[in-house]
């Protein structure tokens, strides 16, 4: 299963025929959310270390992003666990313009930037990056936009969803079927195949009938797993569920950490 992933990602990347191996079922496209400057900066390679101070919300952001009262209480078993979670998403909107909605709500388009990703490795909202550094990489694993769940959005990165229906949360292990796929492939080993394996997932696929993909629709009571590999950063597996949907457009997730892997090193483009 762990091979058949591998070569199904290299196929649908490099357009190679395997023989003997599962059909790959490419899913159709749906265009993904369009990479904003705020996320892939147009800087020049020497240039791309700046200063980045992450965006500190305020009291009554901080008191938006806090799930509700009930969701605590209905999962305040399950969230005291080890490397489990319950957080609230805002779903991203154009950087730098701002909308009737935000005006009213009083959301700036820096605290929705903020808002609509999150760490599963920093257990935070945001990118997570202070101080002279390359402002497209980051520790968010997981963003909100256009009704979508994605991964892989930093440079460096490799993301991959894919997703369970509506099975509770607590019974998924890596051994669940669909999940042992993207459990314990290998991550990128150079640039190059950082570059097929983003391909790969952006374009997405179904295997054995699982959908996988670097982005999928973002729905109520539906769970998803995903693994996360960062070059020098964190690679890791979570399953997430979608607990909540609330009228201001936000999603509470409910977590939980299946596999932490060794930090990930591969060599970048020069």
Known sequence: MRYALIVSLLFLATGICFAQEPQVVPIPSRPLPERRSRDVPLLPRARRDVYVSEYQPTKSEKKLLAPAPEDLQTFAEFIHLPDSGLFRIFPAGPWRVVSVDQLESKLTPEFIHFASRYSFTKT??????????????????????????????????????VGLGDVPLQTITETTPGVTAIADFPGPRDYLEERNYVLACRQGFELKGFVYRSSLPATVNNTYVLRSITNKRADILVALRIVRADENGSLTLLWKKLKVNPKPSWKRKT
């Open 124 to 161: 935070k909202h945001g990118q997570s990056l202070q101080g002279y550094v390359d402002p497209g990489l980051g520790w968010a694993e997981i963003k909100f936009e256009a009704d979508m769940l994605t991964a892989g959005f930093t440079r460096s990165s490799v993301g991959l969803f």
